[in-house]
């Protein structure tokens, strides 16, 4: 409902800006007794890190959190988690320019013509720093989840590099960790490394498609019209920084095909109803079915380019800009991290909105 | 936060089933003052209304809306507004079968899992009737816009049915009313009733894509990271019945393109900063720069078909499922005026929580 | 969150006017599975219902409730629940003469103020009325609570009228419902007879203070800052028209008392701990002890008075007001079925809170 | 809305344990462009700061505030402003007899009952300490208040304590800052300073009643039904540490008024309406009349006393506590910053409300 705020009882309010001192997130909601501390967020942080390879942005930062309430003696006690990150290698210097100009397909200048004040230090609120803040609330969403639900896993990959797509046939698990993309296609993982190459070396950026799946989520969760599972991960994943598309199972594509080809027929398995195909990406009417929940979101090109542009000052004036300093050829590697956290956040969520309502009470089938 | 209500301070709360007394829409946090009936509420309501052509569903429903509180002498008081739509061609004996059986790629099973109860007449809560609802609130959000915002205009129409795009180059806004598929491309028009007549004849159907722009918005609406104007915008989309996936500006295609391909340049115009392209759909930051805001979503194909598809009973025993009665080859056709509803309230919800954090005060340039 | 909703999880939003067409009540978030019939809601609305005798408006009102949605063979569905309540006795040609007066003590001015439009017939949205919609909405949270814990119990008395206090030495729990003043104290019933008839011959009108207990609530209801049990009893029965105070156990008169005669000591009994006084309200830190619940709130006295009243016009002219029509010389009567209604929607919102955050498992004892 | 959380657009979510290393606040919601720094904040937080007396506790804690977010060149941007006070003067040791022993009077069952985990150093969440995230939360509304409405005072002193009420014929402005216990009567502070020496040397403690008042207010803050201001204001109070009841004007007294000594008469001023008394507190029908805006609420005696009492364990067995350490005679003392910090939170609250809703415009008179 806050304009900061994600969540309807897993509320997580993140704050802070690029270059202040520091960032994080405020969690209200959290269920008590769930062992959690700082190492455990940590490990997710690690992995959306600034500066870990040639890819990403040179910025260090050790974007170390600390927990500084809502813990006692290692488990969560039902009262608001306060994570705090401090911002370390801020290097101000790098921005001043921008401060009178407004980068194309930036948020500079409706920040301006807003606020009528914005932090120009680093992107200021609109930096993709505050995607830092999600990850580490949803490592708290995921310490829950395996708690409530241990089966579940949640995993998101790179699914497309600019224009290149993945070989679906070549898809394999282990190898998504194992390449900088997050990408199941060691092949793809290997052609992107070239591609990538040149445009980070003539000052360019592409975009990219994240898909993330969470396996082995409960029938039941979600609601008929707006509390829909679909409706939330869809605003879940929109709210990150560059996101300017959201599909769930077949996604745009479900335009072309017909009634017989989309539905999935139904069956009985041994451990309850199974499904023929999965076009509806785990959810109907807003409810999970049991299958594999799937989203997938693009992600633009930084506009952080080392091409001029045109552009106007605070002033009117005509004139160019040249974003120099250290970026992200492709900011859609360091949201895979991101969209797997905004997931986790989302299906926890939804767990404690339906055994609120329901008890967690199901209709049995067979 | 609720789970039917969408809207922060412009909420909309739907409510009804499709073969219940009558469904309709509670809507608090209207501005008081502005002027409204029922007729001009109707006059959307007739747009999505069944049975108008031989391309949508001929149950017959005069959906005649009434308004039962917040209007004196023609005017909002800022009082709940209750509007209500009675149903009156309900035939429940068309949908005796389906009570044991689940319908697949229909909401039906999971509204079971969920809830251990569902109204299976017609669908009950999950049935296309409710978003009738919706284009009754979407009209009071046009009232009130217009009353604030006198130049703005919403407009949807399909792009896509099945695999057919429309032409850009042969875009007409005058066509869209003037073809049963809301389409500004006269000649796609006709490809798709001989299309659209061979699927209705055959008992099948398929999916579209809707876009709506919103002309004449602001710069200034939305905010930085949950509240943004594309993250709603897209909620209200997907949480449309049969929506699969959610597109601003270049949506996925976002994906495909380099920095320099993707960035608007900004130049300085009579009437402030203008954009030499909207590869942004309208939206930097979550907040609007001033131009169209543009966005698509996909509809899948209803999975109401003549053919048969194997599915369970409720005991959990296998069979087949054949949907007879009324239903609607392309359901994504009566989306369009739902489409345009959602982006109604959701442009109203940012100009009113616009003005209560800025006071509708802006940073100048220039 | 939203103007006219109250609840968490469990949200009633209340619309219609005095004198429109309807008024009622939208549920949303009510559990599945839940017995109800529109019988079910009558009966605590015919408690509520003016014109029952001599004490109450003469205005004659069937309140006969519909429920239009959200039931399916006499059970909740889970759906969003629509209870609607035709206005039938409007005689509005008794308020003629107030659309162009303010009447001192009313919402007339503010609304005016606020709105720059007020429906003037009745009181419009300001009316008593209102809480007819709050008993239905009331009734549907009783039967769920029966259905969760069937062990509750929650019921309102008059516990003062003017000056005049119950003797708790009286007290008599089946006394309450043997009286026109729903009061514990018989003797006190007698004497009010007389006393209430006196000003409602004389035109003139009284206070009261209303007591509500919730008997057999579970420990653990609540929350440690602003989601605590106590502030929101505090907020339900402060929005109830015509409130000025309420208390929670000792309530003001807590401010007199030491440490030690405050607190309540604890000794373990055969079910769990108990207390050797209530002081408390059955509330510690915001959540719910397992003791009575107790609450109460001060009702002033209807400014529909006959004597004449100096006040002012809406063009700003000085003038004098009496309210000639059908009043209640003591509006405290018909507050008590509310407030009970309030307590228990407000009990029902911190059931479901509860086990979505702590799914109700409690920290044992002993 | 969130269990942490208070406010509707002005969202205010409080963090932090007594003896955890942090607490604070974090702001949602801010209008831009207020100037606003830490030495703002902190003259608010020296106001409740402890020990500052012999008749608050001798925890010292310096209570110093960071701005962590939301503020650039010393102005807010719009963004979450997040506030944080160090806990510097633990002292742990001091709370060991009590992790298994449940104090009366206290939250400490109650935690354990719902949470079963509780932070028992300091009394974790259910500290006192905590009222310092609201002050330094109220100090940023006071800010923007002073922004939006220059006119306005916000102004809390204690009116009660014990038995022993103030005579409103002392009534002196001057005096609130120039007594330790903010009380507009000098010569009840005389006596109160002795009564109290009394009580805090025996290690006994006493209750309070704190009125709070905003003068300035304009007409046509608040909304009919739920979201009344009165309804905020009553639980905003209610909401703090150990308060029991709250009144709005004439409060409970209200019960024992006729309607003829209760409506206050309206009458022309030179600047609009006026009234000829103000029984109402400035709020009819939830909505303010722009008269002074007062409400009062009553704070127990701390349960921290030397006197032993009984009580169980956790493992369910029999005896007796005292709690030593450092604490407070009179907890009222303290609430009246905190008092004033939540009126200043809800107002501005409101304030936003209405320019969202009316856009400001107001209702003419004369």
Known sequence: MSLNTFGHLFRVTTWGESHGPALGATIDGCPPGVSLDAAMLQHWLDRRKPGQNRFTTQRREPDEVEILSGIYEGHTTGTPIQLMIRNTDQRSKDYGDIAQKFRPGHADITYWQKYGIRDPRGGGRSSARETAARVAAGGVAREVIRALLPGMQIKGYMVQMGPRQIERARFDWDQIDANPFWT???????EWAVYLDGLRKSG?????????????????????????????????????????????????????????????????????????????????????????????????????????????????????????????????????????????CVILDHILLDRAQTGGIRGRIG
Not at 228 to 252: F, H, P, R, Y
């Open 184 to 190: 199941p296609d060691a092949t793809a993982a290997a």
């Open 204 to 344: 360019s950026s592409v975009g990219a498609v994240i898909e993330v799946v969470a396996k082995g989520a409960p029938a039941g969760l979600g609601a008929p019209v707006y509390g829909k599972l679909d409706t939330d991960i869809a605003a879940a994943m929109m709210s990150i920084n560059a996101v300017k598309g959201v599909e769930i199972g077949e996604g745009m594509a479900a335009a072309c095909l017909t009634g017989e080809a989309n539905a999935d027929e139904i069956r009985m398995g041994p451990d309850g109803p199974e499904f023929s195909s999965n076009h509806a990406g785990g959810i109907l009417g807003g409810i999970s079915t049991g299958q594999d929940i799937v989203c997938r979101f693009a992600v633009k090109p930084t506009s952080s380019i080392l091409t001029p542009r045109k552009t106007i000052t605070i002033a009117g004036e005509a004139t160019e800009i040249v974003t120099k300093g250290r970026h992200d050829p492709c900011v859609g590697i360091r949201a895979v991290p991101v969209g797997e956290a905004m997931m986790a």
